[in-house]
């Protein structure tokens, strides 16, 4: 069974960091695509960044609002990927979703076959 699990859940003022991980179980990261995702309420859910996970750090995509302030990564040892967020933005307030794709990264969250639960973070101005 598949299980993806993320922690780091937290409330910062503007500005501030904060590192959310995603552990993976009964899957193995490695040479596949993992994403994190967020919804905003009342808004659709988006793509934050990705990463195809490999045996030399990885290839990381960030999508343009978070592009500077976000870096994903991998630790294969733990199976786990880490988005670490700096800078931090009210804007940035969301649940934040990590998923699991088979294979190369592409974007569409239709194509990821497994998902966390959610964590959320909060950012106040």
């Known amino acids: 069974q598949v299980q993806l699990v993320e922690s780091g859940e937290g409330s910062v003022q503007a500005g501030g960091s904060l590192r959310l991980s995603c552990a993976a179980s009964?899957?193995?990261?490695?040479?596949?695509?993992m994403a994190w995702f967020r919804q905003a309420p009342g808004k659709q859910r988006v793509g934050v960044a990705r990463i195809f996970v490999n045996d030399n750090g990885g290839v990381p995509y960030y999508y343009d609002s978070v592009k500077g302030r976000f870096t994903i990564s991998q630790d294969n040892t733990k199976n786990t990927v880490y988005l670490q967020m700096d800078s931090l933005e009210p804007e940035d307030t969301a649940m934040y979703y990590c998923a699991a794709k088979r294979g190369f990264c592409l974007s569409g969250e239709a194509l990821y076959t497994y998902w966390g639960q959610g964590t959320q973070v909060t950012v106040s101005s």
């Open positions: 009964g899957y193995t990261l490695r040479h596949n695509c």
